[in-house]
């Protein structure tokens, strides 16, 4: 009888011990915060950034993913300053995705970056959050044709915008070009001033598609005077990296411009590291 009881006390002890320890091993996933999930900053701003707090310190690094969407262009509007895969230190209590915002002279309408947060080891309390740019460009088409490049999302693309004259186009073919003056921001949308202060002549407007791996949709838009000369949107592909494509001529007189052939852009396949001429083609 003593021997009975003994064994029943004993698997009872090895039950309630093996309960406490499956009790133990279960862990609950800490509840993660975002801060400013929604905010507005203007283009001058320079960063904005998202804070992501735990309440108390863990044990183990924390993970949270952030995915980026929304009408702010990549590259073109902003860039990430830091990794999109934020991790809290074991020990620490927070985490900041931030944000560089690209001051152009592109007069825009407001864009937005929208974030999605996800995580396999923490609950979110909010997995989304937004950031509003607001533009603080004033058009400046009253000084001349101002020529605007933007393009569409994806990964990088640096694009350039530039200033010619004295093209000479021969059996659709460039033949010969004189620079006049380049935007040639390594990121950021791009803006350039055809001004009134110019002799009267013809000019041309080069796109130019210095660096990407990807097909690059883009809008060039002139302007002068407040009123649109000439707008067109066009692709490269991926392997016209170091292409550009003529836009002209744009005939100056006085403070008036006009286009002299629709649709007029011819394609250069030659990078602008050192200007010179290589045998392009018209595009249509």
């Known amino acids: 009888m003593q021997r009975n009881l003994f064994c029943a006390s004993a698997i009872a002890c090895v039950m309630l011990s093996a309960i406490s320890c499956k009790k133990d091993d279960t862990t609950t996933q800490p509840t993660v915060a975002l801060s400013a999930t929604s905010q507005t900053v203007s283009e001058a701003a320079g960063t904005a950034s998202i804070t992501i707090t735990l309440p108390s ?43 560089e915002i690209f001051d152009d002279e592109v007069v825009e309408s407001d864009k937005t970056i929208n974030v999605t947060f996800s995580s396999s080891n923490a609950t979110l309390s909010n997995s989304t959050a937004s950031v509003t740019i607001t533009d603080n460009d004033s058009d400046q088409s009253a000084d001349g044709l101002v020529s605007e490049l933007t393009w569409d999302a994806g990964s990088l693309a640096d694009m350039d915008l530039y200033l010619a004259n004295n093209v000479t186009i021969t059996d659709n073919t460039v033949t010969d070009y004189n620079l ?25 407007v080069l796109v130019y598609f210095a660096e990407g791996a990807r097909e690059v949709t ?32 744009f005939t100056k007189s006085g403070t008036a411009y006009s286009i002299g052939k629709t649709a007029n852009s011819v394609l250069w396949d030659v990078k602008l590291v050192e200007p010179h001429w290589h045998k392009g083609k018209i595009a249509k």
């Open 180 to 204: 006049l003056s380049g935007s040639t921001n390594t990121s950021g949308f791009e803006s350039l001033l055809l001004s009134n202060d110019l002799d009267d002549a013809d000019y041309y």
């Open 218 to 249: 883009y809008t060039l838009t002139n302007r002068a005077s407040g009123n649109t000369v000439y707008e067109d949107t066009y692709s490269f592909t991926a392997d016209e990296v170091g292409g550009a494509y003529f836009y002209g001529p």
């Open 57 to 99: 310190a863990q044990s183990t690094d924390v993970t949270i993913k952030a995915t980026l969407g929304g009408t702010a262009i990549l590259n073109g509007d902003y860039q990430v300053s830091t990794d999109t895969t934020l991790t809290i230190a074991a020990g620490s209590t927070s985490a900041i995705l931030t944000f």
